[in-house]
């Protein structure tokens, strides 16, 4: 199902760590043939130079689309990394664009982070909310580690989500909240098609809204 080439429809997902937000997104992408940008990369591409010493906001405004590889940031160095520098206000405003440009372009785009539908698309013809339990969470990261061959501990990735909330909604500069306008989706008991059909049929409804 795909839309004209020619017009912008911006998708927002939000949600904390592990949710299914990704897996949400680049289904909804693929199911609208909209592009798709997992915003968390760009922390993690950011946060990754830093642990390679480099100074974050420099990493920042430096930082181009071919940076963004998922199969060398997918580490937990690299997200907890992203988590901390995530919450630096200048590294926020030298990614702001770059994320706004891309959300714009024609044809529809999918973003998914932790500010989408509140600070960088506050406009977003449609908002959603991915989150489940934090224990359902860190089972999630937990087997994604040991499938990936490391050795860690279930409560050592449980104490890291918790970190990892506490860390994304407490900073001052845009913080990890629910938008007032978006639809909530806890994939807590969902199976992952579940949550998908949910997300299309949350969009399909904006649309219809916007007659589109």
Request: hydrophobic residues 45%; without cysteine.
């Given at each position: 199902m795909g839309f004209s080439h020619r017009m912008s429809f911006t998708i927002a997902i939000d949600g904390p760590a592990a949710s299914g937000k990704g897996t949400i997104?680049?289904?909804?992408?693929?199911?609208?043939g909209f592009e798709h940008l997992d915003t968390g990369l760009l922390y993690r591409a950011v946060g990754q130079r830093m642990l390679e010493g480099m100074d974050p906001v420099e990493a920042a405004q430096a930082l181009r689309a071919e940076d963004l590889d998922p199969e060398t940031l997918r580490t937990a160095e690299a997200a907890q990394?992203?988590?901390?520098?995530a919450?630096?206000?200048?590294v926020r405003a030298a990614l702001l664009d770059f994320q706004r440009a891309f959300a714009r372009r024609a044809g529809g785009a999918v973003l998914d982070g932790r500010d989408i539908g509140t600070v960088i698309c506050p406009e977003a013809e449609a908002?959603?909310?991915?989150?489940?339990?934090?224990?359902?969470?860190?089972?999630?990261?937990w087997r994604e580690l040991v499938a990936a061959g490391?050795?860690?501990?279930?409560?050592?990735?449980?104490?890291?989500?918790?970190?990892?909330d506490r860390r994304d909604m407490g900073r001052s500069d845009a913080p990890l909240r629910e938008a007032e306008d978006s639809t909530r989706i806890d994939t807590s008991r969902l199976t992952v098609d579940e949550a998908i059909a949910a997300a299309i049929a949350a969009v399909n409804l904006a649309r219809a809204q916007i007659g589109g």
């Open positions: 997104s680049r289904a909804v992408a693929r199911h609208f990394a992203a988590s901390k520098v919450a630096i206000p200048d908002k959603l909310f991915v989150t489940a339990s934090a224990e359902v969470r860190a089972d999630r990261r490391f050795d860690t501990r279930f409560d050592d990735v449980l104490a890291d989500v918790h970190e990892r």
